[in-house]
């Protein structure tokens, strides 16, 4: 994707065509993909995908409240804008909307990816595979996961913005699977960011597979972890799973709005979480996974304080939203494509770091669980239980990290998890990946200090 058609699109023709109703936008996009998935030390799957596309939208107020027509198409022909305006409108007042000056937010990128040839990227996902089998034993599986893709879009609406911009993303994907005496355990890391090929070579691909396997490994011969009710440090190290899946939804205005996060609706201006949490979700922060320059409503993006000192103090709202609860947005509505609408959700959620040294956290711990990494897990956001796995956990005795134990689990409520907490590390750690949400995935970062929590329930079990 080297010409930016975008770029050529007479943005006359669109501010026509977003005329006629309280809001109107047309959202134009162009993105390319491209895929490798490395299996049985050989290239199992290649691929690539490219699309182009326009969609518009139309909010009207009405009787029963703000009424949504939309419509898209495969085509960044500015003349179709006009058509799909007809059939979504049909014959209301035609006119052109005065616009602004250009705002135009381009992710940083030192090393197109597009560059880098097919050979060195297979290249590399052979050396992660042959020296993750030669140096550990046990291996019995590695999956190596490479994705690339670029993005350009140009939003103008109504209130006469026009927003263009282009991003660039890779990802890596390392699951690592050994199995003694009929025993599997895993490893898993996830590399990359809202860079080039850069992203890539920065985060030490092969330490990083080098470390997975070494811990799936290592869990073959620990023991199960002590189940019960415990003293529970999660470290930095494990990044922000936890944060964003126990918590993160539940903050989503239209959950908030539709009943489905009871926790907080209604909630605002008093104690939600612990004195010393604060909860930020920011889309500015460079080369985040997350981050973008403006939300896919238009609005520009901005730092959003979610949970300051233990008390709740917004939401993350999009253009709907907010219109529903009669305030601004505060620039977090966000959409897989072209042909998706606008909801609101996180970019790169966070739990500022504390004041507490985390060597000291684990020194106060008598007995307990250490969690260095998080796996995958389940998350009710209606009610905010979830089950969290373990990738790599220690038992802690005495105030010093003991032994590696396998198969912990962690159980809670997210939101009686924050109120819990009672020690914040001044360091913080970061995981990346794709938040899916209403059949919409977006990419996301979220982060966490070490914290402790004094009782939360882990499933284990003694040999």
Request: with cysteine; hydrophobic share 40%.
């Amino acid at each position: 994707m080297k010409e930016n058609t975008l770029a050529c699109v007479p943005q006359d023709v669109l501010a026509s065509a977003v005329f006629g109703a309280d809001y109107g936008e047309a959202f134009l996009e162009e993105s390319s993909s491209s895929g490798l998935r490395f299996e049985d030390s050989r290239v199992d799957e290649a691929a690539t995908s490219s699309e182009r596309g326009m969609g518009l939208r139309f909010l009207r107020r009405g009787a029963k409240g703000l009424e949504t027509l939309q419509g898209s198409a495969n085509t960044l022909d500015a003349q179709e804008a006009l058509r799909l305006r007809g059939s979504l409108l049909g014959n209301a007042k035609t006119g052109q909307v005065a616009l602004k000056e250009p705002l135009t937010w381009r992710a940083p990128m030192r090393l197109d990816p597009q560059t880098i040839p097919l050979d060195d990227k297979i290249s590399l996902l052979r050396r992660i595979d042959r020296e993750v089998r030669s140096q550990f034993p046990h291996i019995r599986q590695v999956t190596l996961s490479y994705s690339e893709g670029r993005k350009r879009v140009l939003l103008v609406n109504s209130e006469g913005a026009q927003c263009s911009a282009s991003r660039s993303a890779v990802l890596l994907s390392i699951s690592v699977v050994a199995e003694k005496d009929s025993i599997l355990q895993t490893g898993h890391a996830v590399l990359g960011g809202l860079k080039g090929y850069e992203a890539l070579l920065e985060s030490r691909p092969l330490a990083a597979a080098r470390a997975a396997a070494s811990r799936a490994v290592a869990k073959l011969s620990a023991p199960k972890a002590k189940a019960g009710e415990m003293t529970v440090v999660i470290s930095s190290t494990a990044g922000g799973t936890l944060i964003h899946e126990a918590v993160g939804h539940s903050l989503e205005a239209d959950l908030v709005q539709e009943g489905t996060s009871p926790a907080y609706a209604g909630k605002l201006k008093s104690q939600v979480a612990a004195p010393n949490i604060t909860v930020i979700d920011d889309p500015t922060l460079p080369g985040a996974r997350g981050s973008f320059g403006f939300d896919d409503d238009g609005i520009p993006s901005r730092a959003t304080t979610l949970i300051k000192n233990g008390i709740l103090v917004d939401y993350l709202y999009d253009r709907v939203t907010a219109h529903k609860d009669g305030r601004p947005s505060n620039g977090h509505g966000r959409r897989e494509s072209f042909q998706a609408r606008p909801i609101p959700r996180m970019s790169n959620l966070y739990i500022a770091p504390g004041t507490d040294d985390p060597k000291q956290i684990l020194r106060e711990v008598k007995s307990g669980l250490l969690v260095t990494r998080m796996g995958g897990g389940q998350v009710n956001t209606a009610t905010g239980e979830f089950v969290f796995e373990v990738d790599e956990g220690y038992a802690i005795e005495d105030g010093k990290v003991q032994r590696l134990v396998r198969d912990a689990n962690l159980m809670g409520v997210g939101a009686e998890v924050l109120r819990a907490i009672d020690r914040v590390g001044w360091d913080i750690g970061w995981d990346i990946g794709t938040c899916g949400k209403d059949g919409q995935g977006v990419p996301v970062s979220d982060g966490m200090p070490t914290i402790r929590i004094p009782s939360l329930l882990v499933g284990g079990g003694h040999d």
